[in-house]
Nanobody
């Protein structure tokens, strides 16, 4: 099993930066890849970013590329998402995910956290 606990969400203003963290644990962690997804009210879950645990290869969703950065700490088993130049469209619940595939597709990930709310005011 893998446990994922997100932290760092909150209320910020447009243009601000925020860092989300995901603490990973469990006897089957690390997995091949970890990722961040987000879901706004009334919308489908959206891919944000993913990273392979060993090599650190990254991929980003089109709407966050050049503004968000995903990273992992192999010693602390943490996955961070640094978000810059936030705008109201980034408002969502952000979820950490882990799985055996490096993918943009949510169903590829077996393990999920409970999510952390990010709200960006204009």
């Amino acid at each position: 099993q893998v446990q994922l606990i997100e932290s760092g969400g909150g209320l910020v203003q447009a243009g601000d930066s925020l860092r989300l963290s995901c603490a990973a644990s469990g006897d089957t962690f690390p997995t091949y890849a970890t990722a961040w997804f987000r879901q706004a009210p009334g919308k489908e879950r959206e891919f944000v970013a993913a990273i392979t645990w060993s090599a650190g290869i990254t991929v980003y969703g089109d709407s966050v590329r050049d503004r968000f950065t995903i990273s992992r700490d192999e010693v602390k088993n943490m996955i961070d998402l640094r978000m810059n130049n936030l705008n109201p469209a980034d408002t969502a619940v952000y979820y950490c995910a882990a799985g055996t595939r490096f993918s943009r597709i949510a169903r590829s990930y077996l393990h999920w956290g409970q999510g952390t709310q990010v709200t960006v005011s204009s």
